[in-house]
Protein backbone atom coordinates (compact mmCIF):
# COMPACT_ATOMS: atom_id res chain seq x y z
CA UNK A 1 0.00 0.00 0.00
CA UNK A 2 1.22 3.40 -0.79
CA UNK A 3 1.86 5.69 1.52
CA UNK A 4 1.61 9.52 1.80
CA UNK A 5 3.59 11.34 4.84
CA UNK A 6 2.99 14.96 5.64
CA UNK A 7 5.05 17.50 8.12
CA UNK A 8 2.50 20.08 8.90
CA UNK A 9 3.17 23.39 9.77
CA UNK A 10 1.27 25.73 11.77
CA UNK A 11 1.21 28.67 10.36
CA UNK A 12 1.03 26.94 7.13
CA UNK A 13 -1.84 24.29 7.49
CA UNK A 14 -3.34 25.30 11.12
CA UNK A 15 -2.06 22.28 13.02
CA UNK A 16 1.22 21.21 13.55
CA UNK A 17 2.58 17.45 13.69
CA UNK A 18 2.97 14.43 11.54
CA UNK A 19 0.76 12.86 9.59
CA UNK A 20 0.76 9.34 7.65
CA UNK A 21 -1.90 7.98 5.48
CA UNK A 22 -2.50 5.25 2.86
CA UNK A 23 -3.43 6.59 -0.88
CA UNK A 24 -6.90 5.62 -0.80
CA UNK A 25 -10.44 7.21 -2.30
CA UNK A 26 -12.50 5.57 0.05
CA UNK A 27 -12.79 6.65 3.69
CA UNK A 28 -11.20 4.58 6.43
CA UNK A 29 -10.20 3.99 10.28
CA UNK A 30 -7.77 6.63 11.66
CA UNK A 31 -5.61 6.80 14.89
CA UNK A 32 -4.79 9.52 16.79
CA UNK A 33 -1.24 9.78 18.71
CA UNK A 34 -0.93 11.56 21.83
CA UNK A 35 2.97 11.79 22.21
CA UNK A 36 5.31 11.18 25.53
CA UNK A 37 7.06 13.70 27.11
CA UNK A 38 9.78 14.06 24.68
CA UNK A 39 7.15 15.28 22.04
CA UNK A 40 6.88 14.09 18.26
CA UNK A 41 9.98 11.88 18.37
CA UNK A 42 11.14 9.73 15.13
CA UNK A 43 9.91 6.42 16.80
CA UNK A 44 6.50 8.17 16.99
CA UNK A 45 6.95 9.02 13.19
CA UNK A 46 7.89 5.26 12.66
CA UNK A 47 5.23 3.92 14.21
CA UNK A 48 2.31 6.24 12.53
CA UNK A 49 3.69 5.08 9.16
CA UNK A 50 3.52 1.29 9.98
CA UNK A 51 -0.28 1.90 10.86
CA UNK A 52 -0.41 3.52 7.81
CA UNK A 53 0.42 0.81 6.18
CA UNK A 54 -1.69 -1.03 7.90
CA UNK A 55 -4.74 1.18 6.55
CA UNK A 56 -4.86 3.65 9.46
CA UNK A 57 -4.50 7.75 8.31
CA UNK A 58 -2.25 8.06 11.62
CA UNK A 59 -1.93 11.81 12.98
CA UNK A 60 0.76 12.54 15.80
CA UNK A 61 -0.27 16.15 16.88
CA UNK A 62 2.72 18.42 18.34
CA UNK A 63 0.66 19.87 21.34
CA UNK A 64 3.98 21.81 22.95
CA UNK A 65 3.88 23.90 19.45
CA UNK A 66 0.20 23.90 19.66
CA UNK A 67 0.74 25.41 23.03
CA UNK A 68 2.71 27.69 22.07
CA UNK A 69 6.38 26.52 22.92
CA UNK A 70 8.49 26.50 19.59
CA UNK A 71 11.25 24.79 18.43
CA UNK A 72 12.63 21.91 16.41
CA UNK A 73 12.15 19.47 19.46
CA UNK A 74 11.14 18.78 22.90
CA UNK A 75 13.93 16.20 24.07
CA UNK A 76 14.03 17.45 27.88
CA UNK A 77 11.45 20.04 27.69
CA UNK A 78 8.51 18.29 28.45
CA UNK A 79 8.14 18.20 32.41
CA UNK A 80 8.89 21.45 32.58
CA UNK A 81 5.77 22.47 29.83
CA UNK A 82 3.92 19.97 32.05
CA UNK A 83 5.06 21.48 35.36
CA UNK A 84 3.28 25.27 33.28
CA UNK A 85 0.28 23.48 31.63
CA UNK A 86 -3.21 22.27 33.05
CA UNK A 87 -4.95 18.78 32.12
CA UNK A 88 -7.45 20.82 30.57
CA UNK A 89 -5.45 22.85 28.03
CA UNK A 90 -3.31 19.88 27.02
CA UNK A 91 -7.05 18.55 26.20
CA UNK A 92 -7.88 21.66 24.30
CA UNK A 93 -5.11 21.07 21.89
CA UNK A 94 -6.11 17.32 21.81
CA UNK A 95 -9.44 17.99 20.70
CA UNK A 96 -7.97 20.47 18.36
CA UNK A 97 -6.05 17.65 16.91
CA UNK A 98 -8.89 15.51 17.13
CA UNK A 99 -11.15 17.56 14.98
CA UNK A 100 -8.47 17.54 12.64
CA UNK A 101 -8.07 14.00 11.96
CA UNK A 102 -11.78 13.48 11.47
CA UNK A 103 -12.66 16.52 9.02
CA UNK A 104 -10.37 14.42 6.80
CA UNK A 105 -12.04 13.16 3.87
CA UNK A 106 -10.30 9.84 4.29
CA UNK A 107 -11.49 9.29 7.04
CA UNK A 108 -14.64 7.80 8.83
CA UNK A 109 -15.36 9.10 12.07
CA UNK A 110 -16.91 6.15 13.36
CA UNK A 111 -13.46 4.07 13.21
CA UNK A 112 -10.83 6.36 14.89
CA UNK A 113 -8.63 5.34 18.00
CA UNK A 114 -6.61 7.28 20.17
CA UNK A 115 -2.56 6.10 21.01
CA UNK A 116 -1.08 7.31 24.02
CA UNK A 117 2.95 6.63 25.55
CA UNK A 118 4.10 8.13 29.02
CA UNK A 119 2.35 11.73 29.50
CA UNK A 120 0.18 10.65 26.72
CA UNK A 121 -1.31 8.11 28.11
CA UNK A 122 -2.01 9.99 31.16
CA UNK A 123 -3.54 12.53 28.65
CA UNK A 124 -5.39 10.29 27.02
CA UNK A 125 -7.62 9.30 29.80
CA UNK A 126 -9.34 12.41 30.49
CA UNK A 127 -9.84 13.34 26.66
CA UNK A 128 -11.04 10.01 25.99
CA UNK A 129 -13.08 9.68 28.79
CA UNK A 130 -15.07 12.99 27.48
CA UNK A 131 -14.85 11.82 23.93
CA UNK A 132 -17.12 8.96 23.51
CA UNK A 133 -16.61 8.87 19.78
CA UNK A 134 -13.43 6.93 20.50
CA UNK A 135 -13.76 3.45 19.56
CA UNK A 136 -10.36 2.36 20.82
CA UNK A 137 -7.88 3.49 23.76
CA UNK A 138 -4.35 2.06 23.97
CA UNK A 139 -2.42 3.64 27.11
CA UNK A 140 1.38 2.55 26.92
CA UNK A 141 2.82 3.09 30.47
CA UNK A 142 0.81 6.18 31.45
CA UNK A 143 2.47 8.37 34.01
CA UNK A 144 -0.05 8.49 36.98
CA UNK A 145 1.17 8.98 40.49
CA UNK A 146 -0.93 8.41 43.40
CA UNK A 147 -0.99 12.07 43.94
CA UNK A 148 -2.74 14.67 45.28
CA UNK A 149 -5.61 16.74 43.36
CA UNK A 150 -4.24 20.06 42.32
CA UNK A 151 -5.23 23.17 39.95
CA UNK A 152 -2.99 22.02 37.46
CA UNK A 153 -4.80 18.09 37.75
CA UNK A 154 -7.94 18.87 38.97
CA UNK A 155 -9.10 15.36 38.72
CA UNK A 156 -6.81 12.32 39.06
CA UNK A 157 -7.24 9.39 36.71
CA UNK A 158 -8.59 6.74 39.13
CA UNK A 159 -11.36 9.00 38.95
CA UNK A 160 -11.69 9.82 35.21
CA UNK A 161 -10.78 6.46 33.95
CA UNK A 162 -13.98 5.31 35.38
CA UNK A 163 -15.79 7.56 32.81
CA UNK A 164 -14.06 5.87 29.30
CA UNK A 165 -17.12 5.05 26.60
CA UNK A 166 -14.55 2.67 24.91
CA UNK A 167 -12.99 -0.52 25.06
CA UNK A 168 -9.13 0.10 26.41
CA UNK A 169 -5.56 -1.47 26.67
CA UNK A 170 -3.38 -0.72 28.78
CA UNK A 171 0.67 -1.57 29.04
CA UNK A 172 2.27 -1.57 32.07
CA UNK A 173 5.92 -2.24 33.37
CA UNK A 174 6.34 -4.00 36.92
CA UNK A 175 9.44 -2.36 36.96
CA UNK A 176 7.99 1.82 35.80
CA UNK A 177 9.53 4.29 38.04
CA UNK A 178 6.57 6.64 37.97
CA UNK A 179 3.76 4.37 38.34
CA UNK A 180 4.09 2.11 41.39
CA UNK A 181 2.55 -1.45 41.14
CA UNK A 182 0.05 -0.01 43.70
CA UNK A 183 -0.67 2.81 41.52
CA UNK A 184 -1.09 0.67 38.64
CA UNK A 185 -3.21 -1.92 40.68
CA UNK A 186 -5.59 1.15 41.50
CA UNK A 187 -5.68 2.37 37.61
CA UNK A 188 -7.09 -1.34 36.80
CA UNK A 189 -9.43 -1.18 39.24
CA UNK A 190 -10.65 2.31 37.93
CA UNK A 191 -10.34 1.08 34.24
CA UNK A 192 -12.36 -2.12 35.11
CA UNK A 193 -15.31 0.23 36.85
CA UNK A 194 -15.88 1.93 33.73
CA UNK A 195 -17.62 -1.32 32.72
CA UNK A 196 -16.25 -1.27 29.00
CA UNK A 197 -13.44 -3.94 27.96
CA UNK A 198 -10.11 -3.62 29.28
CA UNK A 199 -7.39 -5.61 28.23
CA UNK A 200 -4.51 -5.17 30.81
CA UNK A 201 -0.70 -6.17 29.92
CA UNK A 202 1.85 -6.51 32.77
CA UNK A 203 5.54 -7.24 32.05
CA UNK A 204 7.00 -7.64 35.70
CA UNK A 205 10.52 -6.25 34.20
CA UNK A 206 9.26 -3.90 31.88
CA UNK A 207 10.43 -0.38 32.67
CA UNK A 208 9.19 2.87 31.42
CA UNK A 209 9.54 3.87 28.20
CA UNK A 210 10.28 0.71 27.43
CA UNK A 211 9.32 1.52 23.78
CA UNK A 212 11.74 4.69 23.14
CA UNK A 213 14.48 4.73 21.85
CA UNK A 214 15.43 8.43 23.73
CA UNK A 215 13.80 6.33 27.11
CA UNK A 216 16.64 5.43 29.61
CA UNK A 217 14.19 2.56 30.05
CA UNK A 218 14.21 1.32 26.25
CA UNK A 219 13.85 -2.54 25.94
CA UNK A 220 13.57 -2.92 22.38
CA UNK A 221 12.62 -6.88 23.10
CA UNK A 222 9.79 -5.88 25.23
CA UNK A 223 8.62 -2.86 22.32
CA UNK A 224 8.57 -5.96 19.95
CA UNK A 225 6.47 -8.23 22.12
CA UNK A 226 3.28 -5.46 22.98
CA UNK A 227 3.09 -4.24 19.16
CA UNK A 228 1.15 -7.02 17.53
CA UNK A 229 -0.89 -7.15 20.95
CA UNK A 230 -1.79 -3.11 19.87
CA UNK A 231 -1.88 -3.94 16.01
CA UNK A 232 -4.65 -7.09 16.88
CA UNK A 233 -6.44 -4.92 19.48
CA UNK A 234 -7.11 -2.12 16.93
CA UNK A 235 -7.78 -4.04 14.23
CA UNK A 236 -10.42 -6.07 16.05
CA UNK A 237 -12.36 -2.90 17.09
CA UNK A 238 -11.69 -0.42 14.16
CA UNK A 239 -10.76 -2.40 10.88
CA UNK A 240 -14.17 -4.51 10.90
Known amino acids: MNVITRKLDLEKDGISGYL ?6 TRGPALLWIHHNHGVTDNLKTEAYDYAELGYTAFVPNLYH ?9 LGKGQDIQKVTSDDKFVEVIRKSWNFLLARDD ?9 GYCMGGRLGI ?9 RAYVAFYPSIKDEPETELRPRHAFKVAREIKSPSMVVFGGKDHLSSNETQLKL ?7 GQQVEWHYYSWGLHGFIAPVSEGYQPQLARRVRPLAVDFLERH ?3
Open 126 to 134: PFVAATPQV
Open 66 to 74: LLGHRGSHH
Open 238 to 240: LQS
Open 188 to 194: WQAFIAS
Open 107 to 115: VNAERVGVI
Open 20 to 25: AYPDRK
